[in-house]
């Protein structure tokens, strides 16, 4: 079990990885638009984190830290609201509103501070 929950902690960071990596891509050098890819690392970070939330194949000693989760969580939330709206927004007008562009990337890198410094 703990091997199965390191292999779900590896799908949540390509999760993540996919998610920032392709808005890096669009931030530097890119449309700044709101990219397929971001919404399936998204999908991925979430779907992987979620698996993660619950306590199983933990060691013995182990606790949670359920307010860092659930944090994270409402992070989440907003990114995939972000991404949702931008992409509304950026078919109507062809642009995505900047804060909800840049709003996508350091959120998504707050989160990653979040699980790796709290
Ligand atoms: C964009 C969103 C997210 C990013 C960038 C992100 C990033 C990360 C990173 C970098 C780690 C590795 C930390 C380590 O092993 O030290 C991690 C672990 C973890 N993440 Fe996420 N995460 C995100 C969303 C979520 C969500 C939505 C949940 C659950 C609701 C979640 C739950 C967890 C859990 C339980 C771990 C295992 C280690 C720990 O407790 O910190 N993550 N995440």
């Not at 530097?28 to 979430?46: D, H, S």
């Not at 062809?94 to 707050?110: D, H, K, Q, R």
């Amino acid at each position: 079990m703990e091997t199965l929950r390191h292999i779900v902690l590896f799908i949540h960071l390509i999760g993540f990885a996919v998610l920032f990596g392709a808005w890096a891509v669009q931030a530097f050098g890119g449309k700044r638009e709101i990219t397929r890819l971001m919404q399936i690392g998204v999908t991925i970070a979430a779907v992987a984190g979620l698996a993660l939330a619950a306590p199983w194949g933990l060691p013995e000693d182990v606790k949670m830290n359920m307010m860092k989760i659930g944090t994270k969580l409402v992070i989440l939330l907003i990114v995939a609201a972000f991404l949702g709206i931008g992409q509304a927004r950026q078919r109507k007008s062809g642009a995505v509103p900047p804060v909800l562009f840049w709003g996508v990337g350091i959120l998504t890198l707050v989160n990653a501070g979040i699980a790796v410094l709290w």
